[in-house]
Nanobody
């Protein structure tokens, strides 16, 4: 069984920073795209940033220039560095990955457990 485990999150003041990590574990053959989503109260889940196996990445316009996604393929881990945080960044953040398990021929979408970020004074 494959799973994603997130760490990081918490309460931070506006203008502050946080860094998340999300590690995949289990019987992993390969990982394609790794992403971060967020869901604010009363809103739909939205894509924040995504990174393919190399360094190709893309961001939602609302976080460009403030957030950086990266990955360590040797550790099956994706990171999200969040700088210049704003109150509107308050949300539950989820990591997501397309993972092919050993013995499987297809990629499945796997979600992390979610971690809350609150940006407030």
């Amino acid at each position: 069984q494959v799973q994603l485990v997130e760490s990081g999150g918490g309460l931070v003041q506006p203008g502050g920073f946080l860094k998340f990590s999300c590690a995949a574990s289990g019987s992993i053959f390969s990982i394609n795209a790794m992403s971060w989503y967020r869901q604010a109260p009363g809103k739909q889940r939205e894509l924040v940033a995504a990174i393919i196996s190399g360094t190709s990445s893309n961001y939602d316009d609302s976080v460009k220039g403030r957030f950086t996604i990266s990955r360590d393929n040797a550790k099956n881990t994706v990171y999200l560095q969040m700088n210049s945080l704003k109150p509107e960044d308050t949300a539950v953040y989820y990591c997501n990955a397309a993972i092919r398990a050993i013995g499987s021929w297809r990629y499945l979408e796997v979600w992390g457990q979610g971690t809350l970020v609150t940006v407030s004074l």
